[in-house]
């Protein structure tokens, strides 16, 4: 394995590698920038597809010819970087080593001091977490505009869904990111059109939603990284696409308020009933929202339909009011007002969205890792279309694409783009649990072995897993991820891999990841808090994730409490609660189940999470009280000890 490229064929076959990004971003490319998709030969792609369409016209005045000729060099390009992936990452790497060789992480922290090399870098830089740049993301949040650990400017912070110490993480970024996030959307419609052709025909219903943004100290946004990707001008003011051509205006995706932005994207969705052609959401969590959403609100839905007006009292937002009333509800269409009224009133919602939208050839939502659990319920409302995972991502990085997205859930597999960043790879050990958690435990710091086991994306072997690290354009340089991938097959000479789990996460309603740390200090706060006073406190707990008796689900923790003190705890229903709990001993019966199943009762472990149905009967064919929350709980935007949280 070559690591530097020291013999000129190496560097000759650099030379002829594809763009490994699109003009603006290369800095490679010193003559006029070659047009962004080009063949592995670097000449423009003209020749007719083989089965030449005819050159039908869209509404938007591009041709089917047209359109096809792009999607052939967006698949050109895939074939051309996952044909040499390893050249490909050398490349990366020594363009970002480069241009952030002066940066005080690099130069003065890990003594890089301009090398741009595989070898060099892995022996210099430390693998790290979250934790590790803590201090210099507070630095950079707080306003030190020094090249920290990016020598473009951070142009903002993107609010991670995985939390330290109790607040949303912040990933830097750089303006220059939303081009290689837009570069991988624009792979997405070009792959699926191999599969199912005539997309661009008609319209994709898919509820998009902001969420509401800070800024920190120094002025930076920080938001979640779609918020800055819908509020862009990349979204705002793309060009007419018949791949991003939705039914929510956009007015409508940017509403501030999820009951008015809900409201009206269902109601732009229904009123294009017939155009939409396939329906999706980012996670599934968000689409199943929309679903029982139009459960509720069918009826107001359809008095505005029928009407051909937006109810005042609902719908108050003046752009979204705007947008509706100019783009999409023209004039009272009592009709569809009949039509849409008889399905929702019939007893069973099973096939609502292939009855309410009849050309829907599939439903385009996340159902992989922990989204896994909404399959049935997806399926039952769509009477099992094909449920499409199209891409992996994070705040930190855009990573890959699906490129066989009609496979069923189970075996969807992603292909890293290798352009996006620089991937490495630290196989994962993991610890048989007779299936009782699902949570795979990572050392928190890796010792001078484990570094040297990280392996390149061109050199993962089939079937072993892997925890994801990065080193992005945007200053993370060797970053866990915390995602676990196994490697399921190769798209050419690029792995593709199959997305396994968060480490150590236990709980995920939506995008929520709560850890195994992070359930133990919540119950730790909570019992210091309400039980030590009375001598009470936790013995053992559990919890699952209840994602089918509500809409959003919640958690459910499951205490097994102890109470040593004297003062008897008020109000002796709960004290009764308490000790027979305790006595009880679900925990035992717990452990029973897993020794049943062959673990050792040395190695019994209380799992946090369960997640396995007889066991989450076995818990509750023992609970002696439940509790739920009484009110909601305090939240602001951006990080507590911030004073300036501004909302939108
Ligand atoms: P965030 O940092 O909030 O943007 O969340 C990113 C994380 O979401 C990833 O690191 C994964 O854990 C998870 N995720 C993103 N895309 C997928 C996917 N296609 N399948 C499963 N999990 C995903």
């Avoid at 041709?63 to 051309?80: S, V, W």
């Avoid at 080593?97 to 210099?124: C, P, Q």
């Avoid at 925890?467 to 097959?489: I, K, M, N, P």
């Avoid at 190695?603 to 997640?611: G, I, N």
């Amino acid at each position: 394995q070559t690591e530097i490229p020291q013999t000129n064929t190496h560097t000759k076959r650099l030379t002829h590698l594809p763009p490994l990004l699109p003009p603006l971003l290369s800095s490679l490319t010193q003559t006029s920038p070659p047009p962004f998709f080009q063949s592995s030969q670097n000449k423009p792609i003209t020749a007719a597809m083989p089965e030449a369409p005819k050159p039908t016209q869209t509404s938007n005045g591009l041709t089917t010819i047209a359109i096809a000729e792009k999607n052939k060099r967006t698949l050109q390009f895939i074939e051309d970087v996952t044909s040499n992936p390893d050249d490909v990452q050398t490349q990366v790497l020594h363009e970002i080593l480069s241009r952030n060789s002066a940066v005080e992480y690099l130069h003065h922290r890990h003594r890089l001091h301009g090398a741009t090399d595989r070898r060099t870098f892995k022996k210099l830089l430390p693998v790290i977490s979250y934790e590790d740049i803590h201090p210099d993301i507070t630095r950079i949040a707080n306003g030190d505009t020094s090249p920290i650990l990016c020598s473009s400017p951070i142009s903002e912070f993107l609010t991670s869904s995985g939390t330290s110490a109790g607040e949303r993480k912040l990933m830097p970024t750089i303006a220059e990111e939303m081009e290689r996030r837009s570069l991988l959307y624009s792979l997405l419609m070009p792959v699926m059109s191999q599969f199912v052709p005539g997309l661009e025909k008609g319209k994709g219903m898919y509820f998009l939603f902001i969420k509401s943004e800070s800024k920190t100290p120094g002025g930076l946004p920080a938001r979640p990284v779609l918020t800055s990707y819908y509020k862009s001008s990349h979204f705002k003011n793309r060009p007419f696409d018949p791949y991003t051509n939705y039914t929510s205006p956009n007015e409508t995706i940017l509403c501030p308020d999820s009951y008015q932005s809900m409201y009206s994207q269902l109601l732009c969705g229904l009123c294009q009933r017939t155009q939409v052609l396939r329906v999706g959401a980012v996670f599934a969590s968000g689409f199943i929202r929309a679903i029982r959403f139009l459960e509720k609100h069918w009826q107001l839905l359809c008095r505005d339909i029928r009407s051909g007006t937006l109810d005042p009292t609902v719908i108050t937002d003046p752009a979204v009011r705007e947008a509706v009333l100019t783009k999409v509800l023209h004039r009272p269409d009592p009709e569809l007002a009949d039509f849409v009224e008889s399905e929702c009133r019939k007893d069973s919602w099973q096939g609502i969205i292939t009855r309410l939208w009849p050309n829907t050839k599939y439903v385009d939502v996340i159902v992989t890792g922990t989204m896994s659990q909404y399959i049935p319920t997806l399926d039952f409302y769509s009477n099992g279309l094909p449920l499409v995972c199209t891409m992996y991502a994070s705040s930190e990085c855009y990573f890959g694409v699906n490129l066989n997205p009609l496979c069923k859930p189970s075996e969807v597999a992603y292909t890293l783009i290798p352009t996006m960043a620089y991937f490495e790879f630290l196989p994962v050990h993991r610890n048989n649990n007779n299936g009782v958690s699902n949570s795979i435990s990572m050392p928190k710091s890796l010792n001078e072995k484990e570094r040297q086991e990280l392996v390149d994306l061109a050199d993962v072997k089939l079937g072993h897993e892997y925890e994801l690290v990065v080193t992005t354009y945007a200053g993370l340089y060797r970053y866990r991820v915390g995602d676990v991938l196994r490697v399921a097959g190769f798209k050419n000479r690029a792995p593709q891999f199959n997305f396994i789990c968060r480490k150590n996460v236990v709980l995920s309603i939506d995008s929520d990841k709560t850890d195994e740390v992070e359930l133990q200090g919540a119950v730790k706060n909570a019992v210091d808090a309400h039980l030590v006073a009375f001598g009470g406190s936790v013995a053992e707990y559990t919890s699952y994730a209840d994602t089918k008796t509500t809409i959003p689900g919640h958690y459910v923790l499951y205490w097994e409490l102890s109470v040593k003190g004297t003062t008897a705890i008020p109000p002796s229903v709960y004290e009764d609660c308490c000790l027979t709990v305790e006595e009880s001993g679900t925990f035992d019966k717990l452990m029973d189940y897993a020794i049943s199943l062959g673990a050792s009762i040395n190695q019994y472990k209380t799992p946090r999470c369960v997640k396995f149905e007889p066991i989450v009967e076995l818990l509750n064919s023992r609970v002696e009280g439940s509790y739920f929350s009484p009110k909601c709980p305090k939240w602001v935007p951006g990080h507590k000890q911030w004073s300036n949280n501004v909302k939108n």
